[in-house]
């Protein structure tokens, strides 16, 4: 029998989950339904949108409005939703290889549009469905299927990425800190604009085995090890920080959402009608 | 006496992967992997903390209640 929470939002009949044993990814997805549990949301207003991978799959347990789009497109798809249904609460469930591969531009025009989407890529540093090809998240040096001798490419930093596009609400968690992802999903959820949440998560099976990270706890012990809060990585210096990134809620601000700005123009010209 | 029972911490055998990452992160030491799968080798020890529910990938072991 399963908890409250899981007979409540999942699709209990499409479970147990074709993710591999140990994948993160279940961890993210819980921690997404816990956070919408905490705020007391109506399901049916609540709609999740997701591209194609290996964790753009969870849209299909969820049990709210949901999309499973084409590979890179969910925010394009979840644009439309929430242009025709502003009311509706649009959340994004994307890899690191959808949403800035493929996906890379429709990520940077959210951002910069500050539509009201909340945006969580869960972020494997790999393209797991896919067998393991390098993303633009694989730390330099590190192998892919695609990199068999190293990745001579420099990784992004999507947090710095999205902030710098213009989303106002930017913070970055690991499946290890799962309450601080909870959290910061609730806190996203609330932010009247494009919020994005940095999910670090393991895929044990390709990105782990290629690159001799062990197995699933190991690659949970290395998180747990090596993220630091945002408040303590200030302090720390150059060479500290060396091996190390930052948890936390990194960046938040204030501007004109995109769907009301919309709203404004439309009732400039129904204004006397 | 302890008035703990095997209804505070519930597993769904079923779903259970066997990943282990409940078992490392117990801060009690309450779990093993047996045959493959969980198992509440020592339920007296619990302390109901919730860690293995908030990181079991599989939505396998929980406490009761949400
Ligand atoms: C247009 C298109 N190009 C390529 C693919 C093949 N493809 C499927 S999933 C994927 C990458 C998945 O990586 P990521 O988004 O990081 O998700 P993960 O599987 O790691 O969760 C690719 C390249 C596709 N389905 N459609
Ligand atoms: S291939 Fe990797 S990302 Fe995909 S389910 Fe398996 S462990 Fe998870
Ligand atoms: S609730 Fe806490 S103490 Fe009890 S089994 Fe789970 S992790 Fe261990
Ligand atoms: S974390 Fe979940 S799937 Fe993994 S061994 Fe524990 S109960 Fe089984």
């Known amino acids: 029998m399963p908890s409250q929470l899981v007979k409540e939002y999942f ?54 409005n949901t999309v499973h789009t084409t590979h890179g497109r969910a925010l394009a798809f979840a644009t439309g939703i929430k242009l025709a249904k502003p009311n509706l609460n649009v959340i994004v469930i994307t890899g690191d290889g959808d949403a800035s591969a493929i996906g890379g531009n429709h990520l940077i025009h959210a951002a910069r549009r500050n539509i009201d989407i909340t945006t969580i890529v869960f972020n494997n540093n790999t393209y797991g469905m896919t067998g393991g090809q390098y993303s633009p998240t694989t730390p330099t040096g590190d192998k892919g299927t695609t990199a068999p001798f190293g990745n001579i490419d420099t990784n992004f930093d999507l947090c710095e990425l999205a902030k710098a596009a213009g989303a106002t609400y930017v913070s970055r968690s690991t499946i290890f800190t799962t309450n601080m992802l909870i959290k910061q999903v609730e806190n ?84 006397g009608v | 006496m302890s008035t703990k029972t095997q209804a505070s911490l519930i597993v769904e055998k079923n779903w259970c992967k066997g990943c282990g990452i409940c078992v490392a992160f117990c801060p009690k030491n309450v779990l093993e992997i047996k045959d493959g799968k969980v198992n509440i080798k020592d339920l007296e020890s619990c302390i109901e903390c919730g860690q293995c529910e908030l990181r079991c990938p599989d939505f396998a072991i929980y406490l009761g209640g949400k």
């Open chain 1, 188 to 271: 996203g959820i609330k932010n009247k604009g494009f919020s994005f949440i940095e999910a670090l998560t393991t895929c044990p099976t390709y990105y782990g085995r290629k690159n001799r990270k062990g197995e699933a706890v190991d690659m949970m012990v290395y998180l747990k090890e090596n993220a630091i809060n945002i408040a303590a990585y200030d302090k720390l210096s150059e060479e500290q920080r060396e091996g190390k990134f930052v948890v936390g809620e990194i960046y938040k601000s204030n501007r004109p959402e995109y769907t009301e700005e919309y709203q404004r123009i439309i009732d400039s010209f129904s204004k």
């Open chain 1, 11 to 64: 699709r209990t009949e499409n479970l147990p989950h074709i993710w591999c044993p140990g994948c993160g990814n279940g961890i993210v997805t819980r921690a997404i339904v816990k956070a919408i549990d905490n705020l007391g949301l109506n399901k049916d207003e609540i709609c999740v949108v997701s591209g194609i991978g290996c964790s753009s799959r969870a849209s299909g347990y969820l049990d709210f």
